[in-house]
């Protein structure tokens, strides 16, 4: 791990209207650790995950990424020619509903190839061998790499998001929700999924779940919201074991056997 | 036609048209709005070309109009009339070499262009990521930011189902190594006439109330990959009249028992040759 | 010699917010020390606090007060009461081995992989920490189609060899063993503790819990007394 947090949020806010949707948060990520932000719906997860991939911008708070240089850059200050390109190369959004990350109409091999040709690659065969081996690596055969997504399970869509997402090998990826809208029997694959690209590519992640069985089995370190606030945060096994807040009390109580 | 101002447009129009013009000069392949004006034409007929050449002619001008290279064509002819008619003093021609403004739909003449030819071209959709993004306001972003990896998503899908860069008209293009333009639906054999050519390039798009320039001598670049280079297609054939083995070739039905020929589709450039061969005889 | 775990003043207690936030005291003024290659074991009756102070020397639970230091093996220490998250997690990576009670089982990772993880963690190649954890498995009598099976549908006594195999695959300075043995034939027993003396040999220090008392009376060189507080205040 090198010497500094990849990403530092320091008493980021937004407010819409009267509510506080994120209300003075500050957190720090290390280069390749997991850190889960989980809370009920409404919490301001969702939001402050926008906020820290410069999605959105907070009325109040900086948010800065420490590039593979060194250098600090603040995320809302470096304009979007800048934050587009970090959003292609070293950064990476999974989204819940894998209609908002994949084109839906584009073949699986166009799909993870996109981020690889907006980075410069023109050999088509490098591609499509880059593509194929992504598709094997999220378990999609690769004899369906010039099938569209459409024609796709919401497993298999979700896992070529991941494909398109990490094929760049980003440094940084903000996943919301990634077994959201699955099965439970198709979330476990998924989350195992996860789990091992996440440490083998040694990425950072900020996963925001309402899931206490995910975030137990993929985060190094768990932020708890509530009302746009931390209440709690620490070490996975301990905020979950030892919980000291009385909302995650409720939270850890309410799940089974998490 | 009396009672208009020269070349139909009023003045204050045409210098509103130049100013955009050389704005779009200044920033090769960029798409600059204008404010479009009905014309006596219907849309579709040319009428972003029109306004281009209307704004650029002078009476001392020579003025060339071609529809899928044919002088000959309907649309052309009509053109031609209207400017003949609306520009007194104007010349026109179907020899290109005479020309001083050629304006075109769908095709590049054969013959080379030189320095102080304006080529215009009619274009009916000027966004080249049209059918890949139809938010108008996220293309100009896209445009902006130089992030036109979704072209090249393109490109891949049309190897991935045909086995080749596909486009055999409209091929995108790459103007100045930084905005990608559409080169109007001209055949993919003209795209390479479009680099570094000596003649001033514009396109209207009347429609769509967009301009667009490439300057001589400007890099225009086919997209494609290093694997699967830019191939331009044209007909495996001679021209029936000319004997042309390099020229752009339509191809034409003879009978109804499925006999057929090819032949030049630049006119001009097929009649040039034809005479030229018929003096050696 | 000098300890490898040193532990003075603990006290942890909870509060239980949706029970009327009634608070329970469990340890206070606790202390503990141990020197390499010695084995200590807990005792005391059941609610006493053992498995909260394994828990507190785990980093599961955060101490309310006190100190935990730990000799990591570049000799420097740490305390880990007053450790950051990525703190625990490096030693528990390098100084904190432990074989609980219950295997956690993760969803389709074979057993090989999750005894050879705290080899890869530490930056040792795949296959030599898959071939360590196949040796070390068959040690403990784990058929060998097991090793490529994911844990969740072995028997409790498999999975606790699983578990066992993952705490004692890497030469950690500090075990903690809670219940090593619970669910084990008597042969696997004798492995176990054949384990913790080359641990002790090699000059681990060690905590465990051991219900069973002829295997406490053959590996630990010392018992600790954890009295309940109420009796004891």
Known sequence: MSDGPILSARDVSIAFGAVRAVDGVSLDLWPGEVLAVVGESGSGKSTLLRLLAGEARPDAGTVLYRDPSGATLDVHGMGEPARRRLARTEWGFVHQDPRDGLRLAVSAGGNVGERLMASGARHYGDIRTEAARWLERVEIPAARIDDAPRLFSGGMRQRLQIARTLVTRPRLVFMDEPTGGLDVSVQARLLDMIRALVADLGIAVILVTHDIAAARLLAHR??????????????TDRVLDDPRHPYTQLLVSSVLAA | ?????????????????????????????????????????????????????????????????????????????????????VAPGLRTTERTAEATVIQTRHRIPETPLREGQVLVYQVPQPEPLFRLE???????????????????????????????????????????????????????????????????????AGRERRLYAVPPY?????????????????????????????SYLDEVVTDDRGGRIFVCSDTDFCTQRQTMREAAE | MSWTLKAEGLAKGFTLHLQGS?????????????SPGECVALSGPSGAGKSTLMR??????????????????????????????????????????????????????????????????????????????????????????????????????????????????????????????????????????????????????????????????????????????????
């Not at chain 3, 034939?185 to 219900?211: M, P, Q, S, T, Y």
Request: proline residues 6%; aromatic residues 6%.
């Open chain 3, 56 to 233: 507190l020397l785990q980093g599961n639970y955060g101490a309310d007060s006190g100190c935990i230091l730990l000799r990591r093996p570049d000799g420097s220490v740490a305390d880990l009461a007053g450790a950051s998250p990525r703190e625990v997690i490096a030693l528990r990576r390098d100084t904190i081995g432990h074989v609980s009670q219950f295997l956690r089982v993760i969803p389709r990772v074979p057993a090989v992989e999750i005894v050879a993880e705290p080899l890869v963690a530490r930056g040792i190649s795949r296959e030599e920490a898959r071939a360590r954890a196949s040796a070390l498995l068959h040690r403990l009598n784990l058929p060998e189609r097991l090793h490529a099976l994911p844990p969740a549908t072995f028997s409790g006594g498999e999975q606790q060899r699983v578990n066992l195999a993952r705490g004692f695959v890497a030469d950690f300075p500090l075990m903690l063993l809670d219940e090593p043995t619970a669910s084990l034939d008597a042969a696997n027993r004798d492995v176990v503790i054949a384990l913790i003396g080359e641990a002790k040999a090699r000059g681990a220090a060690l905590v465990g819990i051991f219900h069973d008392a002829e295997v406490r009376d053959r590996v630990a060189d010392r018992v600790l007394e954890v009295a309940p507080l109420r009796e004891a205040a």
């Open chain 3, 22 to 34: 009634i608070e329970i005291p469990v340890l206070r003024d606790a202390a503990l020390e141990v």
């Open chain 2, 1 to 85: 036609m009396s009672g208009y101002n020269f070349a139909y447009l009023d003045e204050a129009t045409k210098r509103m048209i130049r100013r955009a013009l050389l704005k779009a000069v200044a920033v090769p392949g960029h798409q600059v709005p204008f404010g479009s004006r009905e014309m006596p034409l219907p849309y579709g007929w040319g009428t972003g070309g029109i306004q281009v050449t209307a704004s650029v002619i002078g009476a001392d001008d020579t003025l060339k109009v071609i529809d899928q290279g044919a002088d000959d064509t309907t649309n052309a002819v009509s053109i031609r009339r209207f400017f003949a008619r």
């Open chain 2, 218 to 246: 400007t890099e225009v670049r086919s997209l494609d990959f290093e694997d699967h280079p830019f191939v331009p297609l044209r007909a495996n054939g001679r021209c029936s009249l000319c004997g042309a083995g390099d």
């Open chain 2, 134 to 204: 139809p938010r108008r306001a996220e293309t100009r972003r896209l445009h902006a930011l130089a992030d036109y990896g979704l072209m090249q998503v393109k490109l891949y899908e049309d190897i991935a189902r045909h086995g080749r860069v596909g486009s055999s008209y409209d091929h995108p293009v790459m103007v100045n190594g930084r905005y990608l333009m559409s080169p109007s639906p001209i055949p993919s054999f003209d795209n390479p006439k479009m680099h570094r050519s000596a003649a001033l390039q514009l396109f209207g």
């Open chain 1, 222 to 235: 768990l932020v708890v919201m509530r009302h746009g606030r931390v209440v709690e945060e620490g070490l």
